[in-house]
Every structure is written in structure tokens, then in C-alpha cells.
């Protein structure tokens, strides 16, 4: 019950907040009219149920003439009925495509704000794929919790209207056995609850398991396909090394987590299915072995017959709605636990802005990016980078050195302000536009034209600018090919992805460029022209660099460098570090 409470809860606070929002008119005008119409749908089959009655006494007396009027009156019942299907099926996948959409766009502005992506990777929060989570948890909890809600909602409905007329019927066609009546107030409603209580408990107890195994199936799938799209896109690397034995064998160990717990879903849902049929099959039955006796005594009609097992049938699904409908409940649990974990790894993201041991970023009143008493930790809490007044003046060229693993990259996430973990502050100019240009730069699937200008809009450079930086930069090839289509990162070298990184600054003129080895993939005359064309372009730039070679030196005013004192490197100028005594 406890488990229940909690999931319902957890239903609510993801189900809520759309019918609050700006499309919450039309949002409850469409829950309205499919409520609406299903609970006429269960006003016509109250009708059908009389229809029954009348029906099948006219057959048994061969009454023509009302067998006729019948059947006209059956036809147009089934007309409208029709007709209410239609439209709320129509209206249902209405509201499911609104609902879908308006999670789906306050996910995506929750993953992506603040860089909490990237800061829930860091965290490693059990919200595996948030892809998945994103793009099919959320058709799949609004399709299903329509699907359950208006199922619930028939089978109340259902059960308050044919409760009565089952228990008038009850006395109708009183229980007979053994040639005598035996007088018990409603028992075909007793009998119907007794039937369902028994279903349903041994139901949920062969069930049960499946909502824990749909859980971890959707997360091996995922993480299969995950798998499968790394292989993809690191083929020439994989091709290069002969890595096709060992990728085959990784993405079949991978795949077996997938046969493996499928298989146990099938073992699950055999029993259970091998049970709800069984009980499916006897609930047909199970009325007319109730009323038989009393048909046969004389007690009763065909038609009363056929509406009591008609009406027995309905009370009957009502109150086993829970058993028709346990696997779609046990899909539907895994994916409210799979949101409510991504909500929890969103706010979990959220809250290091709140932590008071977070590097914080604040405005700069000299001009420059002041660097305060700034302590840089990893994720598990190892110090990482120490930097005490240290600043990076306006215009100035500075090139950070320090061995690999030192947390130079780091530094700069911090400046960013992605990196949440440490202490201290970093004070930045308010009015600054800041863009970091990595090692490896990263290119949308699209048009080349709007992967060079990202994260601008397309329209926001004409291709005559973005023709003459390609030219620029050494691509002068690439500017006929502007409106071309492709995956980027993986249809160009590494080399030509860092010459379109600075063609990228170049067209956006930030305040401050860093760049994090992000010309170390081409040679040194290269990476000259490419330095010079930035002194030439940005002279308003102030850049910090990243680097390895003393090539380098020659477009730098300063350099600085992170020295190990203990168990944490500190920045400092190089001029200030000491040098070892000779001896």
C-alpha cells in the first residue's frame, strides 16, 4: 500500500504541472471531452444491456415484429457508439501529442539549463540515457496513464451503473440448487467480487516482479543502443585498430543483459498470461453456471438470462481491472520510476548552484577575470588546482602550461562556470562574451553553414562572411559546400574540425577565446598562420591558451604555468616559480 501511496505521489507531481501551465485550457477541454464521452460509452452499454433482455425474449417467443424494431434499435445504438470511439480515440491522441510536447520542451529547457547535462554526467546519477528518458519515457507515461486513467475511470463507472442492475437481477433469477431456491440478497454481485478478489490477488502475486524487470530491460536497451552508436561513430578509429573482435564481443556482452533479462520477462508473463487467460476464459462461463439453474427451473427467460450474464460480465471486468490491465500497470511503474529518477538527477544538478563549497562565479569591476582564493576539486573531493590572485588582464595573450592530468582543462570549465565543485571565486566581467574552443570542436548534424556559426542561428552570418573566414583559415574549399548536409565531426579530420573552431571565433569576436589545445592537430606553420590571423582579426581578443609546444612562446605575452606543490598544482606566472638549485 505504502508503495502505491508513492507512486501515485510521484504520478502527480509529474502529471500536475501541465495542467497548470500556459496549455492548461486546452489541455483540461480535452481530458473533459474523453471523460465525457466515456462515460457515455458506458451510458450506451447500460442500454445494451436492456436491449439484451428484449432481444433474446423476442427470439424465444418469435415475436417478428420486435426482432425487426430490435435490430433497428441495436443498429442505432451501435452507430453512435461508433461514432464515440472515433472521436475519442481522435481527442485522446490530441491531448497526448499536447502533453507530450509541453514535457518534452520542459525537459529539455531543465537538461540543458546551466549546463546541468554536463553537470549530471559529473554527479554520475542513476539517470541513465537521459535520451531515452527525454524522448520515449514521456510518450510512454502519457499514453499510459490515459490508457489506465480512463480504463479506472470506465471500470468505476461501469461497476456503479450494472451494481444495481445485477443486484435487481439477483432476485430475478434467485440462486437455485438441488430444485429449491436459496435466498441471498445480490449474490451474483457477491459471486462477481468474490471472483475478482481471488483473480486479482493471484494476479499481482505472479505479477509482481515484472515492474522491477521492465525497468532493467528498458535500461540494457538502452545502454545496447548507446553502444551500438559509439561503435558507429568511432568506426575509423575501431577500423584502424582491428577493434571489430573486441567491439563484437563488448556489444554482445551488452546485448546479453538484454536476451538475458528478456528472458525472464517472457518466464514472467508466461505465468501470468498462462493465469489471466485461464481466469478470462472461466469469467465467460462462470455467469451462466450461476443462472442456469434457475433458467432451466423456469425462473427466468433467454433475455433475462442474457442480460444477467451481460451485466454479470460488465460488473465483473470492472471490478478485474486491475488483472486485464497489470502488465500495462507494471510498464507504466518502470517508467514513472525512470522520470521521477531523471527529475531527481535534474534537481540534484540544480542544487550545487545552491552549495556554498561551489567555485563561484561573480562580476569583475576592474576589467579583467580575477582568479580569488580559487580551489578546484574533483568530483570525489581530491584537490585538484590551486590559483590565489591571479588574473587574466583585457588584451593580454597568456599560455597555460603544466604536465598532463594537471587540470588545465579544468581551469578552464571553471571559468566557464560548469565546473561546480571547489571553493573561492572567479570574477568576470558582466558585460564579457566568453567562448572556449576545445581540442576536438563540436559540429550539429546540419548544414555546414549552421554548424560553423553554432550556437548563433544560421541568418545570424551571411555564407559571403562565413565564404571568406573559410577562406581564411585555410578551407577555402569548404565555402562551396556551405549548404551541404553531414555529420561534420565525423566526415572531416581533426585538423579541419580545429581550422573551423577558429573560423567559429572568428566570426563571433569574443571578449576572451580560450583555446585548449585547439590547434595541437596541426603543424606548427599551420598553427603560426592561424595564431597571427587571430592577433590580426581580434586585437580586442584577450585569448588564454593551452599548450604543449614552445612554438608557441612566440604568440603569447605571458606565460603561466600549474606546478605540483603536494597534492594539488598551483598556477602561477612563470617567472614567479623557483628553480631548483644546481648542485
Known amino acids: 500500500m505504502t ?59 418469435r415475436n417478428l415484429d420486435v426482432f425487426v424494431y430490435q435490430l433497428s434499435y441495436f443498429c442505432v445504438l451501435a452507430a453512435i457508439w461508433i461514432a464515440l470511439k472515433v472521436y475519442q480515440l481522435y481527442l485522446n491522441q490530441w491531448l497526448q501529442i499536447r502533453w507530450r510536447r509541453w514535457m518534452t520542451e520542459r525537459y529539455l529547457g531543465e ?9 549530471m554526467q559529473l554527479l554520475g546519477d542513476a539517470a541513465d540515457n537521459p535520451d531515452q528518458r527525454i524522448a520515449e519515457d514521456t510518450q510512454m507515461f502519457v499514453e499510459r496513464t490515459l490508457i489506465l486513467g480512463v480504463g479506472l475511470l470506465n471500470a468505476v463507472v461501469t ?12 432476485d430475478d433469477a434467485p440462486l437455485h440448487v438441488f430444485g429449491r431456491d436459496i435466498p441471498i440478497p445480490g449474490y451474483l454481485v457477491w459471486g462477481a467480487l468474490i471472483y475478482a478478489i481471488l483473480g486479482t490477488a493471484l494476479t499481482h502475486w505472479i505479477g509482481s516482479p515484472l515492474a522491477d524487470l521492465n525497468f532493467r530491460q528498458q535500461r540494457f536497451e538502452a545502454d545496447f543502443r548507446f553502444n551500438l552508436v559509439r561503435a558507429r561513430e568511432n568506426a575509423e578509429q575501431i577500423a584502424l585498430l582491428r577493434g571489430e573482435p573486441a567491439e563484437r564481443g563488448k556489444l554482445a556482452s551488452r546485448f546479453g543483459l538484454v536476451a538475458e533479462n528478456f528472458m525472464r520477462i517472457m518466464s514472467r508473463t508466461k505465468k501470468l498470461t498462462a493465469f489471466t487467460a ?14 442456469a439453474p434457475a433458467y432451466f427451473a423456469g425462473k427466468v427467460q433467454l433475455g433475462g438470462l442474457m442480460q444477467t450474464a451481460s451485466a454479470f460480465s460488465s460488473v465483473q471486468d470492472s471490478l478485474s481491472f486491475f488483472i486485464t490491465a497489470y502488465r500495462t500497470l507494471a510498464e507504466w511503474q518502470s517508467v514513472v520510476a525512470r522520470l521521477d529518477g531523471f527529475e531527481a538527477a535534474i534537481q540534484n544538478a540544480n542544487a550545487l548552484r545552491a552549495n556554498p563549497g561551489v567555485a563561484r562565479v561573480a562580476a569583475s569591476d576592474s576589467g579583467s577575470i580575477d582568479l580569488d582564493d580559487l580551489k578546484l576539486s574533483l568530483p570525489a573531493g581530491q584537490p585538484l588546482i ?17 604536465p598532463s592530468g594537471s587540470g588545465k582543462s579544468t581551469l578552464f570549465r571553471a571559468i566557464a562556470g560548469i565546473w561546480p565543485f571547489g571553493s573561492g571565486s572567479i570574477a568576470i566581467p558582466a558585460d564579457a562574451s566568453l567562448m572556449m574552443l576545445p581540442q576536438r570542436p563540436y559540429f550539429p548534424v546540419g548544414e555546414l553553414h549552421a554548424a560553423i556559426v553554432y550556437p548563433s542561428e544560421a541568418d545570424a552570418f551571411s555564407p559571403a562572411e562565413v565564404g571568406e573566414v573559410l577562406k581564411e583559415v585555410g578551407l577555402p574549399a569548404l565555402a562551396d559546400r556551405l549548404a551541404e548536409h ?19 571565433a572568428l566570426l563571433h569576436k569574443p571578449r576572451y577565446l580560450f583555446l585548449d589545445e585547439a590547434t595541437a592537430s596541426l603543424d606548427e606553420p599551420s598553427e603560426a598562420a592561424l595564431y597571427r590571423l587571430l592577433d590580426r582579426k581580434l586585437p580586442d581578443t584577450t585569448i588564454v591558451s593551452i599548450g604543449h609546444r614552445s612554438t608557441l612562446d612566440a604568440f603569447h605575452q605571458r606565460d603561466a604555468v600549474l606546478t605540483p606543490t603536494g597534492k594539488i598544482f598551483t598556477l602561477q606566472d612563470k617567472a614567479k616559480v623557483a628553480v631548483p638549485a644546481q648542485g
Open 386 to 402: 590551486a590559483a590565489d590572485d591571479f588574473s587574466i588582464s583585457g588584451k593580454e595573450r597568456t599560455l597555460i602550461a603544466g
Open 3 to 61: 508503495n502505491i501511496r508513492s507512486t501515485l505521489a510521484t504520478v502527480w507531481r509529474i502529471a500536475a504541472p501541465y495542467f497548470k501551465s500556459d496549455d492548461k485550457r486546452m489541455g483540461w477541454t480535452l481530458l473533459t471531452a474523453v471523460v465525457v464521452i466515456e462515460l457515455a460509452v458506458v451510458g450506451l452499454s447500460v442500454l445494451f444491456n436492456r436491449w439484451n433482455n428484449v432481444f433474446y425474449n423476442a427470439l424465444q417467443e
Open 486 to 504: 553531414g555529420h561534420w565531426n565525423r566526415t572531416l579530420s581533426l585538423g579541419e574540425q580545429q581550422r573551423l573552431g577558429v573560423a567559429r
Open 159 to 170: 461497476l456503479a451503473s450494472f451494481v444495481v442492475i445485477l443486484w435487481g437481477l439477483s
Open 278 to 291: 485461464s481466469y478470462s476464459q472461466a469469467s465467460i462461463i462462470f455467469p451462466y453456471i450461476l443462472v
Open 111 to 119: 537538461w540543458l539549463h546551466d549546463a546541468n547535462h554536463y553537470k
